[in-house]
């Protein structure tokens, strides 16, 4: 079932997205060479509990952590680590989810560690903008499967593989709810939009192939070539006219 969410829900959400918003913001001087995920994750886990709010993802399903904390040719869901230490032309995604009175914001950047090369350039310049295509079409009376479209068109367009083993979300109370938002798919399909509807859009891009494997830890998704991967992911509300962002970039 895909919930619509009253005037009141919405306003918790709003706070909820912010807060991860900022989470973003506090969290981005500390990426830099040497320091280890498994501290990025202790730093957030401080701020998110500071702040009246709860870090979603720890004990989620078994997850250890506060972050996600995914390097190069990680994609998704890697486990913050003492021994992962950030190093000069490193990408990584960080990934949060936190709740604010029983409702959920949830937002991904991938982020450069020092100077990246041209390739990893192009690969996060053309992931968060293949987000943007998905969002252009959010708007009551369109369907999930043009969102899903737009991302695929724009990042094959630009030679990037999408990864299809995970997809975006609905999200509310829970972190995950109805309907899903893959990153492929077919114009004019799937559910319709309406006011009051929120969902994650989060492509998963790779640099090279769009092949993706499980480690044996059971969530650390990685590139079968070992190229790099981006992910950015927005918190959307469903508008009357459009679509509000929950998670606003505060850096730009
Ligand atoms: N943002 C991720 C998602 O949309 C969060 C995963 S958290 C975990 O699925 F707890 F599942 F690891
Ligand atoms: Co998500």
């Not at 498994?38 to 870090?55: G, S």
């Amino acid at each position: 079932m895909i919930t619509i969410k009253s005037e009141r829900e919405i306003e918790l959400m709003r706070h909820a997205g912010h807060l991860v918003s900022e989470m973003h913001q506090f969290i981005k001087p500390y990426i830099k060479e040497g320091i280890s995920t498994y501290e990025l994750n202790e730093l957030c886990d401080k701020f998110i509990r500071d702040h009246d709010a709860i870090p979603t993802c720890v004990g989620y399903e078994g997850f250890p952590s506060a972050l996600c904390t995914s390097v190069n040719d990680v994609v998704v869901h890697g486990i913050p680590n003492k021994n992962v230490i950030l190093k000069n032309g490193d990408i990584i995604t960080i990934d949060v989810v936190i709740g604010y009175k029983g409702y959920q914001g949830d937002a991904a950047w991938t982020y450069a560690v020092g100077e990246v090369d041209d390739d990893k350039k192009y690969l996060m310049e053309h992931t968060e903008k293949a987000l943007l295509e998905g969002l252009k079409m959010v708007k009551p009376g369109n369907k999930i499967g043009d969102i899903s479209a737009a991302v695929q068109e724009y990042a094959e367009s630009h030679n990037l593989g999408v990864v299809r083993e995970l997809c975006g979300h609905g999200i509310g109370s829970e972190m995950h709810e109805a309907p899903e938002v893959c990153n492929y798919g077919i114009p004019h399909t799937g559910p319709t939009l309406k006011p009051g509807m929120t969902i994650c859009i989060e492509p998963m891009l790779t640099f090279g192939k769009r092949y993706v494997y499980m480690e044996d830890d059971g969530w650390t998704v990685r590139t079968q070539d070992h190229s790099p991967a981006a992910h950015y992911e927005h918190t959307i509300l469903v508008t009357e006219d459009g679509y509000e962002i929950l998670t606003p970039r505060l850096d730009n």
